[in-house]
């Protein structure tokens, strides 16, 4: 388990992973990955204190897994990232879900103590695929979070 959330930290999520990996290739079921940053996260712990951070992390925690099914998987892949498998999920419904859990993590301001900082997201989908190792899926995720990041800002890719 992560230290801070009650989520699966990155070496049981990676097995998780590989996991789901397995069974969709042995059962021809898609499954999808998606990888979640915080945006402006460094912002909040330096305007407002690392326990307005913490408050942030577990705000983020408890939305994807009060907004996911009871199979699919919730991990916390450190700092200001967190990834999701949506099992039995092809890239398109993923898309879908992901865009659904932006939106809900970032419905209502965090509150810690008298103040509120606003949360938002930026996220990338992968299909998860049998030839390509857990560590590679999560790359390419990863990748396409920092592709849809630059889209939402407006700036142009590297």
């Not at 999808?32 to 305007?47: C, E, I, Q, T």
């Not at 865009?99 to 509120?116: K, M, N, Y």
Request: with cysteine; proline share 4%.
């Amino acid at each position: 388990r992560d230290a801070l959330t009650p989520l699966l930290n990155r070496r049981a999520f990676v097995r998780e992973l590989s996991r789901v990996r397995t069974f969709s290739q042995r059962y021809g079921s898609p499954a999808s990955l998606v990888y979640f940053d915080v945006d402006g996260f460094k912002g909040v712990n330096d305007r407002y204190g690392h326990a307005a951070g913490d408050a942030c992390l577990h705000a983020v925690s408890e939305r994807l897994t009060s907004n996911v099914r009871e199979s699919d998987i919730v991990g916390r892949m450190g700092g200001d990232e967190f990834a999701v498998i949506l099992v039995q999920t092809d890239a398109a419904t993923a898309a879908a879900k992901a865009a659904g859990l932006a939106e809900a993590i970032g419905r209502t301001p965090v509150q810690f103590g008298d103040r509120s900082a606003p949360l938002h997201v930026s996220y990338g989908v992968r299909e998860i695929s049998a030839d390509m190792d857990p560590e590679t899926l999560i790359a390419e995720a990863d990748a396409a979070m920092f592709a849809h990041k630059r889209e939402r800002r407006g700036l142009e890719p590297r």
